[in-house]
Nanobody, 126 residues
């Protein structure tokens, strides 16, 4: 069973940057797709970015394109979400998710993922 632990959430001002981390246990190769989702109170969890862990393919939501980058460090079994030029609307609880299948057109579907972390909170103030 894959386990995910997120960290890196913080309170920042608009225009600032953050790097979120998701440690994948036991090893990165136990999963093929790792994604980041964001959830705010009263709304559904939505996909932000995804990464195919065995290749170089990445996917981004429209709001994340050009500002966020998803990367991996296999030596540390960690997937990162680098967030730049943060906006107030980027705030929320960020969750890491993993799937045994390769990411594709389904990357934004929550039921595509079989493992979830407990989340890390991001607050962006104006």
């Amino acid at each position: 069973q894959v386990q995910l632990v997120e960290s890196g959430g913080a309170s920042v001002q608009a225009g600032g940057s953050l790097r979120l981390s998701c440690v994948v246990s036991p090893y990165m190769y136990t999963t093929n797709c790792v994604a980041w989702f964001r959830q705010v109170p009263g709304k559904e969890r939505e996909g932000v970015a995804a990464l195919y862990t065995s290749g170089t393919f990445t996917w981004y939501s429209d709001s994340a394109k050009g500002r966020f980058t998803i990367t991996q460090d296999n030596d540390k079994n960690t997937v990162y979400l680098h967030m730049n030029s943060l906006k107030v609307e980027d705030a929320g609880m960020y969750y890491c998710a993993a799937a045994p299948l390769k990411c594709g057109a389904d990357w934004k579907r929550r039921d595509f993922y079989t493992s979830w972390g407990h989340g890390t909170q991001v607050t962006v103030s104006s």
